[in-house]
């Protein structure tokens, strides 16, 4: 998925210049389309999406320094980040993260196709995470996270007395809501919806293909932990980072992967491990995407 920049700078000269910038980044000529978003940005030179594709086409034509200039530039234009240019920045190994906004306006312009798409890579991640909740449960309160369109919810719902469900992406709660499984929506993070919960009054959170947008996790295994019961279940998929299994890191895919012992670490003294299994939980470009489904029992 690529996202274009939806708002026009204000001046059509600079519009022009920016689409055929765009244009022909697209067909290959990096240098070309640096050029005409430097030519760009001398007519609106606080435009974000300028910046964000001069970045671009500088990391295609190999220069990853100046690119890196060109992201930072991109982020003083537009704070919020929804552009990606956090990700773009983590991508050439610097100082970078995913940004709220920019998952959110990536899943908005995603939810129309996100199932069917899903559907062809064969994604299943909500299966086996409700498999490997098949001898826990039921549960009186849950709370899917990261909810997308309610594939999770709709494996889980005959399990759960209450269920809710959260997720950044207005269009993807849309979606969910359509499906009328959920008792309660909220189009929010999962950090802020767990952290909303009364402490201890959740008997399961679970997180299906999600934690890869999230990078560092401490701050929601910390939030899963306080709102769960004793006794509660945190249970997730992430991508396996086999390559530094102590910590994550941004994959060639553009998604975290999470390492068996920061993993193990996080859960340390707080969680009890009841499942650890190795899974394929979805295809990419005809080959498996290896990862991991995890199920926590908080102590
Ligand atoms: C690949 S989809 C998975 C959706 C659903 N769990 C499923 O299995 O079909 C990832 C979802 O996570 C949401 N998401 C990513 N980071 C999030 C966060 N920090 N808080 C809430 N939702 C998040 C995205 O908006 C997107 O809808």
């Not at 997308?148 to 950044?168: H, I, K, S, Y």
């Amino acid at each position: 998925m690529t996202l274009t920049a939806r708002a026009t700078s204000g001046d059509s000269n600079a519009d022009r210049r920016y689409a055929y910038a765009q244009a022909i980044l697209g067909e290959g000529d990096a240098a070309g389309a640096a050029d005409l978003a430097r030519q760009t940005l001398e007519l609106v030179p606080a435009w974000a999406p300028a910046w964000h594709l001069l970045g671009r086409a500088l990391a295609e034509a190999g220069d990853a320094t100046a690119a890196a200039d060109a992201f930072r530039q991109a982020l003083v234009a537009d704070p919020d980040d929804t552009l990606g240019a956090g990700l773009e920045l983590a991508a050439l190994g610097e100082a970078g993260a995913m940004s709220r906004a920019y998952v959110a306006s990536l899943f908005d312009a995603y939810a129309p196709t996100f199932e069917a798409h899903l559907s062809a890579l064969e994604y299943r991640a909500p299966a086996l995470l409700a498999d490997s909740l098949r001898s826990f449960g039921p549960f009186a309160r849950a709370l899917d996270l990261g909810c997308g369109t309610g594939l999770m919810g709709a494996a889980l719902r005959g399990r759960c007395d209450w269920l809710g469900g959260c997720d950044l992406s207005p269009a993807m709660v849309a979606q969910a809501r359509a499906r009328k499984l959920y008792d309660r929506l909220d189009a929010r993070s999962l950090e802020d919806a767990l952290e909303a919960e009364a402490p201890g009054s959740l008997d399961l959170a679970v997180a299906a293909d999600v934690f890869v947008y999230v990078g560092a996790l401490e701050r929601s295994v910390e939030a899963a932990h306080r709102a769960l019961a004793p006794g509660g279940i945190l249970a997730f998929s992430v991508q396996d980072n086999s390559l530094d299994p102590s910590g994550w890191r941004l994959g060639e895919d553009r998604r975290f992967h999470h390492g068996r012992i920061y993993l193990d670490r996080l859960a340390e003294s707080r969680f009890a491990p009841l499942v650890r299994q190795d899974a394929v939980l979805r295809r990419d470009g005809g080959r498996d995407v290896p990862g991991l489904i995890m199920v926590l029992r908080k102590i």
